[in-house]
């Protein structure tokens, strides 16, 4: 696992740097990283629309990107296996590439469920979030009114208890990046998400970790504990699978637990068992 970790530190770290020249003082970075998302082409089969959900999929999917990530990146697989399957699929680019402060980002969440709910006349999305993007919906969910308005929540790696990388003691992080602080293990952020209910609202509440997770660490900091909720560790369903944070969103073991888990009633089953192929 050396080369893999040494791969996910310097990526990380050179998308940390590449923040650096366009931002010339904290105010600016701030205001930046707020309320500018970055525009990409959005992933494969999403943001038609003219889309309208059917009686067997009623609540459209909004796909919500990682730290550092656009509503491209990463994300094809996911995105196309979701349209294949019958569902209007959205994603959103927000906070710029998500570096900015949370609760900032989780108004942006807010204002494009909106949108969808208007556009496809729907009366609830699902979402399906990568690394900080299955844990911000939570904020829009116990703080911004997201709790009639949210039918399930998948999680792919996410970072709901945060993570003691030690990748957060980059100097000039609190400048560039004050979501990656936010995700610190034990950070005021997080203690006010999870105080109290973990996961309130009526929606279910799906969590796919693995344990080569090199970011999120501890891997299992992502489970969540509610009634309505599935923790499932992916190398549990499929043993040799090494799917790590950044590519669990293109793994095919972790998209068939997505749609299992926007396919039925509550959260994931724990019972079911994916198919194990790439």
Not at 93 to 116: C, H, M, W
Not at 155 to 172: F, K, M, Q, R, W
Request: proline share 8%.
């Amino acid at each position: 696992m050396g080369t893999r970790t040494s791969w996910i530190v310097v990526l990380i770290a050179s998308l940390v740097g590449a923040l650096g020249p366009g931002v010339a003082a904290p105010a600016q970075a701030q205001s930046l990283q707020a309320d500018s998302p970055t525009p990409t082409i959005p992933a494969a089969g999403a943001n038609d629309w003219s889309c309208k959900p059917t009686k067997a999929h009623p609540s459209p999917v909004v796909i919500v990107h990682g730290t550092f990530g656009d509503s491209k990146s990463l994300l094809d697989r996911l995105s196309w296996s979701m349209h294949s399957a019958g569902y209007c699929v959205f994603a959103l680019d927000y906070g710029n590439r998500a570096t900015g402060p949370i609760e900032r980002s989780a108004e942006q969440l807010k204002d494009f469920v909106d949108r969808v709910l208007t556009a496809t006349g729907a009366a609830k999305v699902s979402m399906v979030g990568h690394s900080q993007g299955g844990m911000m919906p939570r904020y829009y969910i116990k703080f911004l009114g997201g709790a009639d308005k949210v039918d399930d929540l998948v999680g792919l790696a996410p970072s709901n208890h945060g993570t003691s990388n030690p990748l957060l003691l980059t100097p000039g992080l609190e400048t560039y990046c004050p979501a990656c602080l936010q995700q610190k293990t034990g950070s005021e952020f997080l203690r006010n998400l999870n105080a109290d209910d973990e996961t309130p609202g009526s929606a279910s509440y799906t969590n796919i970790v693995t344990r080569y997770d090199e970011v999120v660490l501890p891997y299992a900091s992502g489970y969540l504990v509610g009634d309505n909720t599935t923790n499932i560790e992916l190398q549990a369903k499929c043993r040799f699978d090494g799917a790590e944070h950044l590519y669990i969103p293109m793994d095919g073991p972790a998209i068939r637990l997505v749609l299992n888990a926007l396919g039925r009633e509550g959260p994931a089953d724990p019972a079911y068992q994916p198919s194990c192929a790439p």
